[in-house]
C-alpha cells in the first residue's frame, strides 16, 4: 500500500510541512523517512501509524526532544520499524513502553507508568487548534481504513469502492442518493461521508507548519 504526502498527511495528522521536515536528515538521520523509495515520497501504513504517534507527540513535547528521543532508541539497539514501537509522552519527556508495560525514559530518567497505547494512538485527536484528525481506522461513519482492503486507501465501510471515486461523483453534480445506481452498495448517508472525507484531504493540500 502506499499513500500520498496529503493523504499520509491527512490520516496521521502531521502537516505536509512536518512530513517535509521529518524526512530530512539534519545530522541525526530523519525522524521518520518513507519505507517506499519513490518520488515523489510515499508512504505506507506503518509509516502512518509512526507519523500519527509522533503528530500526538508534538502537543507535548518538543521536536529537538522526539529527535533525541530516536537517536536514544537507536543507542539502546533499537533498530525496527518505529511503529513497533509505543512512544509516549511522559511529563516533559518521552518514554518507550515495552510489551510487558515496562517503561524506559528516552530523554530524561526512568519512565514510571504507561499513559498511552495503540489504541490511544489510533483515536481521535487534536493536534492544531481548528483541527480534528479522526479516527485512523474509522475517519467517517461510512469511511474505513483497512490495510488488506484496496491496499489501505480508505474506502466507503463495507465495500472496496474507493472514497474519493464517490466524492468525485458528487462534485460532478451527481446527488448522494443517485450514487447507488453507479456503485449499488454506496448510501446517501455513505456518500455524504465521502465527499466530507474528501474535503478534510484537501485541507492539507497546503503545509503551514513544518517543525
Known amino acids: 500500500?502506499?499513500?500520498?504526502?496529503?493523504?499520509?498527511?491527512a490520516l496521521s495528522g502531521a502537516t505536509v510541512g512536518?512530513?517535509?521536515?521529518?524526512?530530512?536528515?539534519?545530522?541525526?538521520?530523519?525522524?521518520?523517512?518513507?519505507e517506499l523509495t519513490a518520488k515523489p515520497a510515499l508512504y505506507s501504513f506503518r509509516d502512518v501509524l509512526a507519523l500519527r504517534a509522533f503528530a500526538q507527540l508534538r502537543q507535548d513535547v518538543s521536536l529537538q526532544k522526539i529527535r533525541k528521543a530516536l537517536a536514544n532508541l537507536k543507542k539502546i539497539g533499537e533498530v525496527d520499524h518505529l511503529s513497533s514501537y509505543s512512544l509516549v509522552a511522559d511529563g516533559d519527556s518521552i518514554v518507550l513502553v515495552g510489551a510487558d508495560d515496562h517503561a524506559t525514559d528516552?530523554?530524561?530518567r526512568p519512565g514510571q507508568r504507561v499513559i498511552a497505547t495503540m489504541a490511544d494512538i489510533l483515536q481521535e485527536f487534536a493536534p492544531?487548534?481548528?483541527?480534528?484528525?479522526?479516527?485512523?481506522?474509522?475517519?467517517?461513519?461510512?469511511?474505513?481504513?483497512?490495510?488488506?482492503?484496496?491496499?489501505?486507501?480508505?474506502?466507503?465501510?463495507?465495500?472496496?469502492?474507493?472514497?474519493?471515486?464517490v466524492a468525485e461523483l458528487m462534485e460532478?453534480?451527481?446527488?448522494p442518493e443517485k450514487i447507488a445506481d453507479y456503485y449499488p452498495g454506496v448510501t446517501a448517508d455513505a456518500a455524504r461521508?465521502?465527499?466530507?472525507?474528501?474535503?478534510?484531504v484537501d485541507s492539507?493540500?497546503?503545509?503551514?507548519?513544518?517543525a
Open 106 to 108: 528516552l530523554v530524561k
Open 18 to 34: 512536518q512530513l517535509r521536515t521529518w524526512r530530512q536528515d539534519r545530522g541525526n538521520g530523519p525522524i521518520l523517512r518513507p
Open 193 to 200: 461521508d465521502a465527499a466530507s472525507f474528501a474535503l478534510y
Open 128 to 165: 492544531r487548534a481548528g483541527v480534528v484528525v479522526p479516527h485512523l481506522l474509522h475517519p467517517k461513519q461510512h469511511v474505513s481504513v483497512d490495510p488488506e482492503t484496496q491496499g489501505g486507501q480508505p474506502v466507503i465501510t463495507g465495500t472496496r469502492v474507493p472514497f474519493n471515486v
Open 1 to 9: 500500500m502506499a499513500y500520498s504526502t496529503r493523504m499520509a498527511a
Open 204 to 210: 492539507y493540500g497546503i503545509g503551514t507548519r513544518s
Open 172 to 175: 460532478d453534480g451527481i446527488p
